[in-house]
């Protein structure tokens, strides 16, 4: 067996093992609305798109509040993405590192990556060839986990433990890790300008930031779960 053949297997092997660890997810995983993507939309947003669009509830949220005119996604399961249809305009199933969008270039308005990126493979090509679907002006949103984050650095740290979950920054789903700088390095490199980067500690102790305080936030990464990037395409 030659090495091509043989990265076939491992490739289909892991790919198997990823399908086993998503059908074990609530089916709650796949239906968060991300509200706060709103304030980052351009204003007059006409077609948006999300990779990895779950069930649709944050393109059809963008919809019922007049955020967008149409809602385009991509969903990798089949469950998921039936749900989707019914209220995303149009939704394509698919692996989005084996298929191509059937968009013309310069497409979109908006693209999305809400916490999809750290489940491929080769999200820097993902994303470059994203960017050829985005007008130029248009805004690119990506959601990223911190693996800087205490819950995995310190068991790592003082107990070497690094233990999976079933969601999470050490989700079992996750084939990639990112820190700030890393996530920055991630989107900056697909060909688009970052314009904002905010940090997102969506749960944390009020201990976590009263020490964060203390130290004139040099514990900010550590508190912090995920970042929130918006970049553009220059023009």
């Not at 693209?111 to 993902?126: A, F, G, K, T, Y």
């Not at 994303?127 to 002006?137: F, I, N, Y």
């Not at 911190?146 to 433990?161: K, T």
């Not at 300008?193 to 930031?209: F, G, M």
Request: net charge neutral; aromatic share 8%.
């Amino acid at each position: 067996m030659n090495d091509g053949q043989n990265q076939a297997v491992v490739d289909a092997s892991n790919g198997v093992a990823q399908d086993a660890a998503y059908q074990q997810k609530a089916a709650s995983y796949f239906a968060n609305a991300r509200k706060e993507v709103a304030s980052l939309l351009p204003l007059n947003c006409g077609r948006v798109l999300e990779l990895g669009c779950g069930s649709g509830a944050t393109l059809a949220w963008l919809k019922s509040e007049h955020l967008v005119t149409q809602t385009f996604g991509v969903e990798l399961f089949a469950a998921a993405a039936a749900i989707a249809r019914e209220h995303v305009d149009h939704v394509v199933e698919g692996d989005i590192e084996r298929m191509e969008l059937p968009y013309e270039a310069n497409y979109f308005d908006a693209i999305m990556c809400l916490d999809v990126l750290e489940h491929l493979s080769d999200p820097w090509r993902v994303l470059s060839q994203l960017v050829t679907h985005l007008k130029p002006g248009g805004v690119l949103i990506a959601s990223v986990p911190n693996v800087r984050n205490w819950r995995a650095v310190f068991p790592l740290l003082f107990a070497g433990r690094w233990e999976y979950a079933d969601a999470g920054i050490l989700d079992r789903t996750h084939l990639r890790f990112f820190t700030m700088a890393s996530s920055v390095k991630l989107v900056g490199g697909a060909g688009v300008q970052i314009e904002s980067i905010q940090r997102l500690p969506l749960t944390t102790s009020p201990r976590a930031k009263w020490a964060n305080r203390l130290t004139l936030g040099l514990l900010r990464d550590f508190i912090t779960l995920q970042f929130l990037i918006c970049a553009h395409k220059p023009r």
